[in-house]
């Protein structure tokens, strides 16, 4: 096991369900609490790279926040989700990906509810749980 509290164990054997992964409500990101509802499951855990599945609800602000150890790439499944990456801004729909890379400020607000991919590598745990 590792000692950095970071770290996540990669997930044991080559395939998960979704619905079978416990979801976790997110109290915190980098020490920044969300406004409103988030929900991931760490569907995929892989010694250099963490798939989430994430929910948003509809009103939840991510308020701005950077990582400093890793870089995330992201892809909408369904909703509209507002974007402030790096002081750039963009509206979000159904099939848009977008990364933060390290240590860049970013925020986001769901405008409907949300439901996303996203990937972080190396593998992080960046959130607290309720």
Not at 51 to 80: C, F, N, Q, S, W
Request: aromatic share 6%; proline share 6%; net charge negative.
């Amino acid at each position: 096991m590792n000692s950095d509290p970071r770290s996540l164990e990669p997930t044991v054997g080559f395939f998960t369900v979704r619905d079978a992964i416990e979801p976790e409500r997110l109290a915190s990101v980098e020490g920044v609490r969300p406004q409103g509802k988030v929900v991931v499951r760490r569907v995929m855990v892989g010694n250099e790279i963490l798939m989430l599945h994430v929910l948003r609800e509809k009103g939840l602000i991510d308020p701005v926040h950077k990582h400093d150890d890793h870089e995330t790439v992201a892809y909408l499944i369904k909703g509209r989700l507002r974007l402030v990456i790096g002081g750039e801004e963009f509206i979000a729909e159904a099939g848009t990906s977008w990364r933060h890379p390290r240590g860049v400020e970013h925020f986001s607000e769901a405008l409907e509810n949300c439901e996303q991919l996203e990937i972080k590598s190396p593998p992080r745990k960046t959130w607290t749980t309720e």
